[in-house]
């Protein structure tokens, strides 16, 4: 199984994208979700999780531009992101909350150009 993500693309400096992913996971619902991304040349991070429930998480350099929302009915995590900045650029993927290997898609690219 892999999750695809999708609707990155090229932005400016305080733009905004929304990206979406369909989680071909039996029991969607049950699973704690996250966004992820990887620059280049560093380490891949995450950047938001939710919980089952919808508990939200974020890492403090998203906090109060980036939302993490999921729809457990259509098995799609989505991650709305605003006030883009250069540093946001990376590519974007998403997963379970840990990330399973199997799980990892091509992931979206999002450039911020400023």
């Known amino acids: 199984v892999q999750l695809q993500a999708s609707g990155g693309g090229l932005v400016q400096v305080g733009g905004s994208l929304r990206l979406s992913c369909v989680a071909a996971l039996n029991g969607f619902g049950d699973y704690y979700m996250g966004w992820y991304r990887q620059a280049p040349m560093k380490q891949r991070e995450l950047v938001a999780s939710?919980?089952?429930?919808?508990?939200?998480n974020y890492r403090d350099s998203v906090k109060g531009r980036f939302i993490i929302s999921r729809d457990n009915a259509k098995s799609t995590l989505y991650l709305q992101m605003n006030s883009l900045k250069p540093d946001d650029t990376a590519v974007y993927y998403c997963?379970?909350?840990?990330?399973?290997?199997?799980?990892w898609g091509q992931g979206t690219q999002v450039t911020v150009s400023s």
């Open positions: 939710i919980s089952r429930g919808g508990d939200t």
């Open positions: 997963n379970t909350l840990p990330g399973r290997d199997d799980y």
